[in-house]
């Protein structure tokens, strides 16, 4: 599980985790807000900030640059916060028989940091000690944003580093409440490339006139941990709008906007396209390259205790087996989480997923999710989730496969996560 708002925030602003969060990681309006202006709160960054800041360079440098360095400023303290998950599985998979029950504790410990170098830079990352019995697992993401570039507004920022591509910010992964990511984010009917993987780049993102939001990325196109061996560089874009609420900035107060009604209702909706090619993969003795594309519509609507969030993915790969014949894939969910009371959340989603060649179908199957997730402190958090598999028959060449649902029902996991 990823995160993108973490302790050492709520400690430099002296505020509680519920402040940004819902049900961490996921992050209410205000956390959205302060996510995208580069992990500042967007009205009065200096008013709240409660944590003495270490000065570098007084405020009068600034009238004599360029003969001065501009003045920044550091935390006091290293900005370094920890979570934690314990989680308990049973798997109902055939294969799995004989081994199914499983203690997965501790399942991970991930180191996360992050701060800022006054308003204008800031930095985020997060680096696994251990994952699923493996020590020193390794850097998950590493980023610097630099933030207000034309000026005192969020018109234009610069990430550069291992990040999630921008195209995912409707719905990022480190946004769900869902053990499992949606599968407009795992998608991978080649083995090659996920939505919800980082990767190494640099990205322009910003917001224009409160409503809309851009990303228009350049990334190496790899996986966490496999280099693309090529000089040619994936590319991507993403446009969206918000439909009433403050804006995504929480700065729009036109026609009579008041924040405290207007910032628990929103409607977002957001396109976005992916080009990228993977390149030199071996098979035998051989070599060969594929290209891909994505491009996908998602939407968010809240109100109130209400979340609806869905999203649709469509991809071609021009060779993805190196049998010279593209495969078109298809993911698509919806989702919806009602906050019963401020600690307990029930979320249920519905997915499809489809894969096939021209007249060959590979793959297609609906999936469900139902969630129930208790806040037992702000920061404490257990999830009881379960993924159950509804495959459907497919079509081949002069028969139809049909399908099989002896075991619809794939596993039940309960998980404690804590993050101090």
């Known amino acids: ?28 309006a205000f956390g959205e807000a302060f996510r995208r202006s580069g992990y500042f709160v967007p009205l009065d960054d200096k008013k709240n900030t409660k944590e003495k800041q270490l000065s570098l360079g007084a ?4 009238t004599l640059w360029p003969e001065a360095v501009w003045p920044g400023e550091i935390p006091m303290s290293f900005p370094l916060a920890v979570y934690s998950q314990m989680r308990i599985n049973k798997s109902y998979l055939p294969e799995k028989k004989g081994k199914s029950f499983d203690f997965n504790m501790p399942r991970d410990l ?9 308003r204008d830079v800031a930095i985020f990352g997060e680096w696994a000690a251990f994952n699923e019995g493996v020590n020193a697992v390794g850097l998950f993401r590493l ?15 610069v990430r550069m580093g291992r990040f999630e591509p921008g195209i995912t910010d409707g719905y990022p992964g480190t946004q769900r409440i869902t053990l499992s990511f949606p599968n407009t984010l795992s998608m991978d009917p080649t083995g090659f490339w996920k939505a919800q993987s980082s990767q190494s780049g640099i990205e322009l993102n910003g917001i224009l006139k409160h409503r809309w939001y851009y990303a228009v990325g350049v990334v190496n196109g790899e996986s ?11 590319v991507y874009g993403r446009l969206s709008y918000q439909f009433d609420g403050m804006g995504y900035d929480l700065k729009d107060t036109s026609e009579g906007n008041a924040q405290s009604e207007e910032i628990d209702r929103f ?7 992916y080009y990228g090619s993977k390149n030199n993969i071996v098979q035998g003795t051989k070599t060969y390259n594929n290209r891909f594309y994505r491009y996908g519509i998602d939407g ?5 205790h209400l979340d609806i969030i869905s999203g649709l993915i469509f991809g071609k790969d021009a060779n993805p087996a190196n049998l010279f014949k593209p495969l078109t894939s298809s993911a698509f969910f919806v989702e919806s989480a009602l906050k019963v009371y401020p600690w307990l959340t029930y979320v249920l989603r519905i997915e499809n997923n489809a894969v096939w060649y021209k007249n060959e179908e590979k793959e297609k199957y609906w999936g469900i999710v139902p969630n129930i997730t208790v806040l037992y402190r702000p920061n404490v958090r257990f999830t009881l989730e379960s993924y159950i598999r509804i495959n ?6 002069d028969k139809i496969i049909a399908a099989n649902n002896l075991n619809p029902v794939q596993n039940v996991t309960l998980n404690s996560l804590i993050a101090f």
């Open 1 to 28: 599980m990823s995160v993108q708002a973490i302790p050492s925030f709520a400690r430099k602003y002296q505020t509680s985790c519920s402040t940004c969060h819902e049900s961490f990681p996921k992050r209410n």
């Open 143 to 157: 980023f610097l944003q630099f933030n207000h570039i034309t000026g005192n507004n969020d018109a234009l920022r």
């Open 110 to 118: 991930v180191l996360l940091f992050g701060g800022s170098f006054n």
């Open 392 to 397: 459907r028959s497919l079509k081949i060449p």
């Open 59 to 62: 405020e009068e440098w600034k």
């Open 224 to 234: 966490k941990t496999t280099n693309d061996a090529s000089d040619q560089k994936d």
């Open 300 to 304: 968010y609507f809240h109100y109130e």
């Open 267 to 273: 409607f977002n909706v957001g396109v976005y396209s």
